[in-house]
T-cell receptor, first 110, second 113 residues
Framework: DVKVTQSSRYLVKRTGEKVFLECVQD?????MFWYRQDPGLGLRLIYF???????EKGDIPEGYSVSREKKERFSLILESASTNQTSMYLC?????????FGPGTRLTVT | GENVEQHPSTLSVQEGDSAVIKCTYS??????FPWYKQELGKRPQLIID?????GEKKDQRIAVTLNKTAKHFSLHITETQPEDSAVYFC????????????FGAGTRLFVKA
C-alpha cells in the first residue's frame, strides 16, 4: 500500500517568511509532484520531479522552488511567503501514470 | 494551452439515482484518464481510470466512458448512496513527448438521503 506523507496538516506563517513543506513517499516512486488546490480551480501543478536532483516547472511555479536530494523526499519552498499563497498544498508520487496523494497541508499566510 | 473542462461544478441527486460527470480535454496526446474522489478533509483517491485504447470500463457502480475522437470522457455512478457525496476530479495525462497531467476543476456531488 502506497503511503505518501506530508510534514504538516496545518501551517500558519507570516508574510515574508521562508516556508518549507516536506513530502515523503515509501514506494520507491521516481516521480513526485507538488500541487496547489483552490476552490473552483482544481489541482494546479507547481513543480514535479522525475528523479533525484531533477525538477521541472509546472503551470504555476512563480514564487516557489523545490528540492529533491533523496528519492523518497520532495520539498516545496516558498522563498518569501505572500498572502496569495494561502492554499491547500498536495504532494503526490507515481511510478507510471497513476498518482498517489498525500493528506495535504493547509497553509495560511497572514 | 492545454486544459480540461469539467461539468457540472455542482451536482445534487436523490439517493438511488444516477450521477454523470463530464470532462473534455484539449491535448490530443493524452492517453490516460483517471478519476479521483476527494471526501471532505481527505486526500484525493483514485476510483477508476481508463486508457486511450479502451472505450469503456466498469467497476461495480462506477463506470467511465471515453470518446477519443470527440475528446470527451465521463464518469457514471449508478444507485448513488450518501457516502458517494464528495468532490470528483477528472484528469487527462500523457507520458509521451514529456509527462503531463491536467486536472479538471472538480464536481461537488451531493447525494440526498
Amino acid at each position: 500500500d502506497v503511503k505518501v506523507t506530508q510534514s504538516s496538516r496545518y501551517l500558519v506563517k507570516r508574510t515574508g517568511e521562508k516556508v518549507f513543506l516536506e513530502c515523503v513517499q515509501d514506494m520507491d516512486h521516481e516521480n513526485m509532484f507538488w500541487y496547489r488546490q483552490d476552490p473552483g480551480l482544481g489541482l494546479r501543478l507547481i513543480y514535479f520531479s522525475y528523479d533525484v536532483k531533477m525538477k521541472e516547472k509546472g503551470d504555476i511555479p512563480e514564487g516557489y522552488s523545490v528540492s529533491r536530494e533523496k528519492k523518497e523526499r520532495f520539498s516545496l519552498i516558498l522563498e518569501s511567503a505572500s498572502t496569495n499563497q494561502t492554499s491547500m498544498y498536495l504532494c503526490a508520487s507515481s511510478l507510471r501514470l497513476e498518482q498517489y496523494f498525500g493528506p495535504g497541508t493547509r497553509l495560511t499566510v497572514t | 494551452g492545454e486544459n480540461v473542462e469539467q461539468h457540472p461544478s455542482t451536482l445534487s441527486v436523490q439517493e438511488g439515482d444516477s450521477a454523470v460527470i463530464k470532462c473534455t480535454y484539449s491535448d490530443s496526446a493524452s492517453n490516460y484518464f483517471p478519476w479521483y474522489k476527494q471526501e471532505l478533509g481527505k486526500r484525493p483517491q483514485l476510483i477508476i481510470d481508463i486508457r486511450s485504447n479502451v472505450g469503456e470500463k466498469k467497476d461495480q457502480r462506477i463506470a467511465v466512458t471515453l470518446n477519443k475522437t470527440a475528446k470527451h470522457f465521463s464518469l457514471h455512478i449508478t444507485e448513488t448512496q450518501p457516502e458517494d457525496s464528495a468532490v470528483y476530479f477528472c484528469a487527462a495525462s500523457r507520458n509521451t513527448g514529456g509527462f503531463k497531467t491536467i486536472f479538471g476543476a472538480g464536481t461537488r456531488l451531493f447525494v440526498k438521503a
